[in-house]
Structures are given as structure tokens and as C-alpha cells.
């Protein structure tokens, strides 16, 4: 019985998450066919116009690109773009013609996934520990110091932040070499598991790094203090000071534990607004992630690739949502019995 | 005017001057809420009152080109040595004006459909729990980039509509258990076991015990809109023309002023303001919370 309730609430989170991206799908596939500057006609129109093709040619090179039949019915080219994206066919840029779509995806995906990862990881966990500092030492001069510093990192937009790190940092100091970091890895590097590669990727990526705990760790230290204060008010803890439990074991197993439960609940919003926001860390660092690419595609009108990618991004924050409430599931016996939210 | 006409108006005045003292009291019972108070005041009549009385000089004037902060320009001059402190003055009003509408908006969408899926229940509470979930899980600023990539957003109520019609669905999941639990009070399913109507019941009965938690959305949900307006204007994905803090960010970025040792008093103006303007709104939420929860005041 136990194991028919946990297998339930897995179908149940699986299905949700399955039945998000196929909205996501759909509205990516309407927003490009319906909204009313229709890339698909805008490309063929500039065919026509640019290089003088007649328009059928046109419509056949435009339909290839999209890998879309345009003479067939809406539904039916809703079913094969489906099918394509199933096969992982996402089409082929229009800018840098021929290159598909999924290859653009599997470069640069991964150094956004590295970077907004690595900053959420460094600030939630420092978060916690320094929540749980400032309940325990509650009132003292730490406390107040820290409680003002959370509360204007979590206010001030990130892209600020961030660029007040290359005026200050790169401009005005000169304590860094912007123009050296820009990119993902210097020119020439090659990717694999040696200790030169790591640290050029860490050596690009460091400046959105930095920007991504500056501005999500003050949301972390706010949220752990207050449910680090209500917990140890708690029965469980009280009764385990009373048994005499080493006060080690008391902070880690009883209060950092349960206090950091709620917090499981923001970080799959905190992930889904920090990818968002990788578009415009990306675009002041010219760290070269989806986000960037996402913005180049946009502005130049490269709609395969940026219907590709939007899709891309979405599914990444869906699926790192879902990796989040296995986590807390974890951590949370109580979360499996069926009761959902 | 008669003398009982005269006593009424007198009346009239002095409750609503009461009220605004104890508005005021209540707002400085906190310290660093009352400072964020005051702080967004003073931004928002520096934005809309401000115009008024400096002017705006947006002719290019080569031999001022990225002046210090002197008397005659308190904020130093631009790239075209133009007056920074003038074009901070007028560029608060169409920031301020696409936050309150979008944070009117998705406050709005966010308190009607919430309290409608607490209350009604059943299918129509999934349907809009499931809409929620699934906006909240897209992420909203590539949606709105590559929205912008098709619309063209030249307008300042369009942007905010659109701003609105994707941020409110944390909102409205905090309004739907807020309202849960407000059910449950006794006056309450009085109302319902009187078959009210559900627009009674929302508006006369719920909503009156949320205006704490509504007026601090709004001003969550302004910092928000405020956030992704910036952000659309600074990638240059919203053609926006004359003079704002967020177009002041965008120029300075895109002409490389950013990078030009002298420029920092032109970059950091906008960078700044809109920095304290969403931390004061922030912090002015802690006194809000003071004013209208009297819960928190009795412990003081």
C-alpha cells in the first residue's frame, strides 16, 4: 500500500510536469503562426523581396526551415511539428543557415545550466547557514548587520547589481579584465576533465556566478531566519534540549533540517526566475549561454531558434522543478502521503 | 452653507485629517518602513511635480561633454553634455506610471480569480490552480522577450497590460489559501448560508479582511513590473523614446559610455535611482504591515 501511495504522487508530479511542456509546446507553436507579424510570412515576403525568388520556391525553402508543410491544415502541421520535436528536430537557424536548431541548443545550453547552477547551489546553501547564524544570534550586531544586507540584495534588480560589478569592478577599479572574460572559455580551450578547463570555465563564468548569489542569497538568509526562529519554539526541539542532546546535533538533525523546508518551495520559483533573468546577466557579461543566444535570436529575427530555445529554456525550469520536489520529497516524508501541495 | 452643512464639512475634514495622522503614526511605528515611506513619496513627486520646475534641455552641448557634479549640474552632464539631474527628474513618471498600472492589474486578476477559486471550489478551483501552476512555471522574462520580438510594444499601457497579464499567479495562490482560511470564519458562512451572492461575499466580506495583504502584493507586485520593464528597455526589446531612467541605462550601455572612466555619474544616476525606488518600496512594506495588522502592533 505505501509503495501504491508514493508511485501515485510520482504519476501525479510526472504528469504535471508532461502536461506543462506540452503547453509550453503548443503555445510556442500558435505564438509563431498566429501573433501578427507571422515569421513564417515575414521570412518568404524577405526572400521574395531580397533575393527575387519566385514565391513558391520561397514557401518551400521557408517551409523547410520551419519544418513545417505550409499547405497543410493548421492541425496537421501542429501534429508534424510535434513529431518533429519528438524526433528532436527543432528546425534550422535562418541567420547561420543550415545549422540546427538542436546544435545551437547543445552549446550553449550547458554553460547556463553551469553558471545559474553553480550560483544557486553556493547561495542556498550559504543562505541556510547564515539564517540559521542570525536566529541563533538574534538581536546581536551580526544579526542587524546582516538582516539590512539581505534586505537590499533581495530588492536591488540583478542586473544592476551585475552591472554595478563591471562599472566598479571592471571600470572604475580595474580589479578585473572584463573585455578578457567576456565568453564562455578563452579562444582555443578545449573542453574535457583537466584541472586548465575548469578553471578557464570558472574564470568566465565567476562574474555571473557572483551576481547570481548576490542577488538570491538575501532571499535565502530572510526566509531561513524567520522559519529558524518558529521552529525553535517547536515541541521536538524543546523536548530534545530537555533529553540533553549534544547542542550539535540538536542545530543540524532538529532545527537546520525542518527550518530549511520551506525554503524548497521558493527555490523552484528562485530557479525558474534566475534562468529567466540569465538573459540579461548573459547579455551584460557576454557570457555566452542560451540566454544570450535566446536575445540574439530575437532581435534578428531568428524565429526557428528562438521558438527552439524559449522551448528549451522552459523545459530545463520544469524539469530542475521537478529534480527540486524530489529533493524536498527527501527530506519531507510527510510530502509522499498524497496530500500534493 | 447652512450651519449643520458647515458642521458636516467640519466633520468631514477632521476625520479624514485623523485618519491621515494615525495613517502617519501607524506608518513610523516602524523605522526603516516609515524611511521607505517617505522615500517613494519623494519619488513620486519628484516624478510627477518635478518636471514642473526643471527644465529639460536635450540639446547636444560638445564643450560640457561628462562634467562632474558642480553647482550648475548637480548630477554632472552625459556624452552629449546634457544635464544628468534634469533627465533623472523627468524619467521617473513612465517607469512609475507601467509599474502601478501593471501592479493594479495583475493585483486585480490576481484577487478576483484567487478568491473565486477558494470560494467556488471543485473544477473551477482546478482549472484556475492549474492555469497558475503552469504560468508560474514558464519563465516570465523570456516569455516576455520573445513576446516583445513579435509585438511591437511602443506603447507604455500596452507594455504594462502585458506585464500584468504575467505575474500574477504567485499572488493569486497566496490570495486562494488566504482566502481558504478567511472562509471558514464565522461571518463568513454566515454570508453564504444567507446566499449573499459570491460578489457580496468576496467584496464586502473577504476583501475587506485582505487589504493588508492586497496593498502589500501591489506594492510587491510594482517592484516586479518595474523589474522586467527595466529589463525589456535595457536589452532594447522595447522601443522606448524619450527619457527614461531604464533608456538613460540602455544608452550608456550601448554606447559604450559604461566603459568610459568619466561616465560614472551618468550610468550610476538611473542605476541608483531605480535601485532605491524598488528598495524603498520594499522596505515601505514593512509599515504597511504595521498599519494593518493589528496583531503586530500589540507586541510593540
Given at each position: 500500500m505505501w509503495s501504491r501511495i508514493i508511485r501515485n504522487f510520482w504519476v501525479r508530479r510526472g504528469a504535471k510536469a508532461l502536461f506543462t511542456v506540452f503547453v509550453v509546446v503548443s503555445l510556442t507553436f500558435f505564438l509563431v503562426r498566429l501573433m501578427p507579424a507571422n515569421p513564417v510570412e515575414v521570412y518568404i515576403n524577405s526572400l521574395i523581396e531580397q533575393y527575387g525568388i519566385p514565391y513558391d520556391e520561397a514557401k518551400n525553402q521557408a517551409a523547410a526551415l520551419f519544418s513545417i508543410d505550409l499547405d497543410a491544415p493548421l492541425y496537421i502541421q501542429y501534429l508534424g511539428y510535434i513529431k518533429n520535436l519528438l524526433h528532436g528536430d527543432l528546425g534550422t537557424s535562418l541567420i547561420s543557415a543550415g545549422t540546427p536548431v538542436s546544435a545551437i541548443i547543445v552549446r550553449f545550453l550547458p554553460w547556463t545550466i553551469f553558471s545559474v547552477g553553480t550560483g544557486l547551489l553556493f547561495s542556498f546553501s550559504l543562505g541556510i547557514i547564515l539564517g540559521m547564524v542570525m536566529a541563533y544570534r538574534r538581536e546581536s550586531l551580526i544579526d542587524h548587520v546582516l538582516s539590512a544586507l539581505a534586505s537590499v540584495l533581495s530588492s536591488v534588480p540583478n542586473y544592476l547589481i551585475a552591472m554595478m560589478l563591471v562599472v566598479f569592478l571592471g571600470v572604475q577599479w580595474?580589479?578585473?579584465?572584463?573585455?578578457?572574460?567576456?565568453?564562455?572559455?578563452?579562444?582555443?580551450?578545449?573542453?574535457?576533465?583537466?584541472?586548465?578547463f575548469i578553471k578557464d570555465a570558472l574564470y568566465h563564468a565567476s562574474l555571473p556566478i557572483v551576481t547570481y548569489i548576490i542577488t538570491t542569497?538575501?532571499?535565502?538568509?530572510?526566509?531561513?531566519?524567520?522559519?529558524?526562529?518558529?521552529?525553535?519554539?517547536?515541541?521536538y526541539v524543546v523536548v530534545a534540549k530537555a533529553r540533553g542532546l549534544p547542542e550539535r546535533r540538536i542545530t543540524l538533525a532538529y532545527v537546520g533540517r525542518n527550518a530549511s523546508l520551506p525554503l524548497f518551495t521558493q527555490l523552484t520559483i528562485a530557479i525558474g526566475f534566475i534562468v529567466g533573468g540569465s538573459l540579461l546577466i548573459e547579455s551584460i557579461f557576454v557570457y555566452q549561454g542560451i540566454g544570450l543566444v535566446l536575445l540574439r535570436s530575437i532581435t534578428q529575427r531568428d524565429y526557428p531558434v528562438m521558438q527552439g530555445v524559449f522551448l528549451i529554456i522552459t523545459i530545463s525550469v520544469i524539469v530542475a522543478n521537478l529534480l527540486a520536489d524530489i529533493l524536498y520529497s527527501r527530506l519531507d516524508p510527510r510530502i509522499k502521503l498524497g496530500t500534493g501541495e | 452653507m447652512t450651519l449643520a452643512e458647515r458642521n458636516t464639512l467640519r466633520d468631514a475634514i477632521g476625520n479624514f485629517v485623523h485618519s491621515f495622522v494615525t495613517f502617519i503614526r501607524l506608518m513610523a511605528r516602524n523605522r526603516v518602513g516609515f524611511v521607505g515611506f517617505l522615500v517613494v513619496?519623494?519619488?513620486?513627486?519628484?516624478?510627477?511635480?518635478?518636471?514642473?520646475?526643471?527644465e529639460l534641455d536635450t540639446k547636444t552641448n560638445v564643450s560640457q561633454i561628462y562634467?562632474?557634479?558642480?553647482?550648475?549640474?548637480?548630477?554632472?552632464?552625459?556624452?552629449q553634455g546634457r544635464d544628468i539631474w534634469a533627465q533623472i527628474v523627468h524619467g521617473g513618471r513612465d517607469i512609475l506610471y507601467v509599474a502601478f498600472l501593471a501592479g493594479l492589474l495583475s493585483t486585480f486578476i490576481a484577487v478576483t480569480f484567487g478568491a473565486l477559486a477558494a470560494l467556488v471550489g471543485g473544477v473551477v478551483d482546478s482549472v484556475i490552480m492549474t492555469i497558475t501552476d503552469i504560468v508560474l512555471t514558464i519563465p516570465q522574462f523570456p516569455l516576455l522577450a520573445v513576446l516583445a520580438?513579435?509585438?511591437?510594444?511602443?506603447?507604455l499601457t500596452l507594455l504594462a497590460v502585458l506585464l500584468a497579464v504575467l505575474s500574477?499567479?504567485?499572488?493569486?495562490?497566496?490570495?486562494?489559501?488566504?482566502v481558504l482560511s478567511l472562509k471558514e470564519r464565522d461571518y463568513v458562512e454566515a454570508a453564504m448560508a444567507l446566499d449573499m451572492g459570491l460578489r457580496h461575499i468576496i467584496f464586502?466580506?473577504?476583501?475587506?479582511?485582505?487589504?493588508?495583504?492586497?496593498?502589500?502584493?501591489l506594492t510587491l507586485a510594482m517592484t516586479g513590473a518595474i523589474y522586467a520593464q527595466v529589463g525589456l528597455i535595457f536589452l532594447g526589446l522595447v522601443p522606448m523614446s524619450g527619457n527614461n531612467w531604464a533608456v538613460m541605462i540602455q544608452l550608456a550601455w550601448v554606447r559604450g559610455a559604461i566603459f568610459f572612466k568619466d561616465s560614472i555619474y551618468y550610468i550610476m544616476s538611473p542605476v541608483l535611482a531605480i535601485a532605491f525606488f524598488q528598495l524603498a518600496l520594499v522596505s515601505m512594506t514593512r509599515s504597511l504591515e504595521e498599519v494593518f495588522n493589528p496583531r503586530l502592533r500589540a507586541g510593540v
Open positions: 580595474k580589479l578585473v579584465d572584463i573585455a578578457a572574460m567576456r565568453g564562455s572559455m578563452s579562444p582555443g580551450m578545449q573542453p574535457g576533465l583537466n584541472l586548465a542569497i538575501g532571499t535565502w538568509m530572510l526566509t531561513m531566519k524567520s522559519s529558524t526562529i518558529s521552529t525553535l519554539g517547536e515541541d | 513619496i519623494g519619488f513620486v513627486l519628484l516624478a510627477l511635480v518635478g518636471p514642473y520646475f526643471v562634467q562632474p557634479p558642480s553647482r550648475e549640474h548637480i548630477l554632472g552632464t552625459d556624452h520580438g513579435f509585438v511591437r510594444l511602443n506603447s500574477w499567479p504567485t499572488l493569486l495562490r497566496a490570495v486562494r489559501s488566504q464586502a466580506e473577504i476583501l475587506p479582511n485582505m487589504m493588508s495583504y492586497i496593498i502589500i502584493s
